[in-house]
Structure formats: C-alpha cells, structure tokens
C-alpha cells in the first residue's frame, strides 16, 4: 500500500498542468488570484501518506488561497483523502473518536488521531444535516407497505454547562444537566409472532433525531424545525401515502400536536406499556414498594387497560382519590387519571389489535438508545449542541441504511462544483 501510494505520489507530482498561468479568477469572489509557487502537502490516503507538490493561487482581496489539484481531486480544504474521509464517519458513527482512531489504525493501517477524527466526523455529520433538509425524495408508491408506523420520543443526552444556561432542570436545584434529543422514527411491521403480533420488519426503521425544539410561537408561522423534520421523514418514507398510518408515542402532548397538525388521518397509539407504567407508578405511591397489595392492585388495572375498561380503572382511581387525605397521594393519583382520560381514544387496545395495528413503541424506544443513547450518552461525554447534532445526524444516516447515497451526491456536488 505504501509503495503505491509513492508510485501515485511520483506520478502526481511529475504533472504540473495544475499550472495555469500567472492568474486564475478565485472561486470565493471571481477575483484575479496570483500564482504563489508549488508547496508540498501530505495528504492521508487508504493508501497512507501521499506526500504531492500543487500550484498555489492566492487571493488578495480574500486573502485566501487555494489549490486547483486539491480542487481536482476531492482533497480541497482537507488533509484527508476522500476514502479516509469516509472512513471516519463510519468510525465515528460507530464509536467514541478515540475508539475510531484505534480502528482506523487496527484495520486500515492509518495514523488519524482522535482530534482529527472528531473534526473530520463533525464536519461530516454537518453536512449530512444539510443533506437532510435539501434531499428529500418521496418514497415509490410500490415501496410503500399497507401500514406504515411513526414513532416520536425524546432522550436527554449530557452537555456542557455552557449550553445549559437558564434552562430548567430535575436536579434537586432545579437545574438540568441534559438537553433533549427529539427522535422520529418510521417502521413497518406486517410479520407476526406466534401469538398473532405485529413484529417490526428487519430493515424497515429509519431515524432523524436532532436537539431541536418541538414547539412554535406563532401558530401562523412554518412549523417548529422538529415538525419539519418529522414531516420530512414522512414524506421520504411515504408515510403520508401508506394505506393506514398510525403514531405512536408515550402520551407527551407535544407528540399529538404534530400528529394533529401533520398527520389527520393517522391512527393515534399510547404506548400501552408507559400507560401501564404509569399506573404501576401510581400503585407505587399509594401502597409503597414491595407490596404485594400494590402489586395485586396495579395488575387488576393493568388487565382493565388490555381490556379497553378504561372507566373502571378510572372508577378505581377516583375511589384511591376519595380515599387517600396525603395531599401527595392524591395529586399523583389526579395526574394519573386525567393521562388515561385524556388520552382514552389513543387507548383503545382491544379495538388496535383487532387490526392488527403495534400497540408498543418499544421500536422507538429501542431507537432512543441505539441511534442516540450508545453513542452520546458514555461515562465523561458532555456535548456541545452543535457537535452533537453533527454525530446525531451521522449516526442516523448510518443505521437508516442512507450513508451510500449522501456519498454518492457529496461526490456529484464536489465534482460539479
């Protein structure tokens, strides 16, 4: 590898056509930018080093230079090839930058240091991001399946404390030590298990996450950059066309708000497994922990809420309330009640699964720690917003089985340009 890369080397810097002339018009302002000279520059290959001579144009007015051969082979702006490129962003997709740096150099040979990889997988995932709002094709009608799933759900990820500023927290002080991830995900799911569930197709989920608000000031205005992200995951997926759409989500009113306003015909679905959650939290409080009297309690609940008899959960509740004098014990209880009622036509469990409609998130759940939590929520990390929205969008295009085409547009645009 090592003596091709010198053979490449030898064989680029013996041609000096890159040599236009004593003027070439600059590519920033279209000025008359000087030919300085021939530096040397070594560049990282897969090939290894690639130590190259280029002619050098420098641009008084922007008192910037430039390179057409680095132009010319995609090495503009960069120390690292093309190929290494890509290679990092697999390895920063992956794993932590130091983890990357090890495999680059384990499995390919090449000395990239954690740093470079961090700089390298940040600009990349940036322009993924992009990529991402710009390129959004419409799934065929013939890749479309009959039911379609759009799960929403959000993950608190660390950063610094810069970027924590007057925002309100769970900390006993009222302080936060995270930021919240907002992740869409979209599944099919038409196999079943022998119990006649529907079971999330392999290869059908795909992600778009970012640290972005779910909320708009002004009604009048275009929808938060969540919504747009959600809507544009939709589109690309044909959610929007599928023959039935359901979302799906653990009951946030910031989830049903963008179902409502993006999506009116879909199906609506709480998690049945927060809401039981969330009578199991109740049991909690009313009985302590372990109780089996507690216990006993929030399964008969749990039973009704399979059941579709949401009233006599309700019923059950209200008499905890009536009983109950712990002003505590009555608040959770109030809390408890108004999540089943005002989410009661989302709970329609017995009538979901008569359709054979997914009742669980647990695909977005699962997306939670896969896309976001394995990658940015390891012992020491503390992230920037930036920086973690560049690896949240590199990973998500990884694990959506979409890094091949952003490389192959990426490529295009570098040539065109």
Known sequence: MALAARCLADHLNADTSDDAGPWLPCPRCGGPARYAGRPAKTFTTARGPLPLTRAYYHCAPCDRGFCPRDRALGLDGASLSPAVTRMVGTAAALGSFAE???????????????????????ALGREIAADEEQHVVPAAAAEIPPTLYLGLDGTGVPVRKAELAGRPGKQADGSSKTREVKLCTVWSAEGRDEEGVPVRDAGSVSYSAAIE???????????????????????????????RQAVLGDGAPWIWNIADEYFPDARQIVDRFHAKAHLSG????????????GDAWAKARHDDLDEGRLSRIVAALAAQYRARR??????????????????RR????????????????????????????????????????????????????????????????????????
């Open 213 to 243: 608000s779910a909320a708009t000031r002004d009604p009048e205005a275009t929808g938060s950059p969540f919504a747009q992200r959600v809507e544009r995951e939709a589109r690309r997926r044909g959610f929007d066309r599928a023959p």
């Open 326 to 343: 712990d002003p505590a014990k009555r608040d959770e209880v109030r809390k408890c009640i108004g999540y089943l009622w005002g989410n």
């Open 346 to 417: 989302r709970m329609r469990y017995p009538a979901f699964r008569a359709q054979g409609l997914c009742t669980s998130t647990a695909v977005v759940e699962a997306g939670c720690k896969v896309a976001i939590g394995t990658r940015l929520k390891r012992a020491g990390m503390h992230w920037t917003v930036a920086g973690a929205n560049a690896i949240i969008a590199l990973r998500c295009c990884k694990l959506s089985g979409r890094f091949e085409d952003f490389w192959e547009r990426r490529a295009e645009r570098r040539a065109a340009s």
């Open 100 to 122: 990357g740096s090890e495999l680059l150099g384990a499995l390919a040979g090449l000395a990239v240091n954690a740093k470079q990889v961090e700089r390298t997988a940040e």
């Open 282 to 293: 109740v049991a909690k409080v009313l009985y302590g922990t372990p109780s089996d009297l």
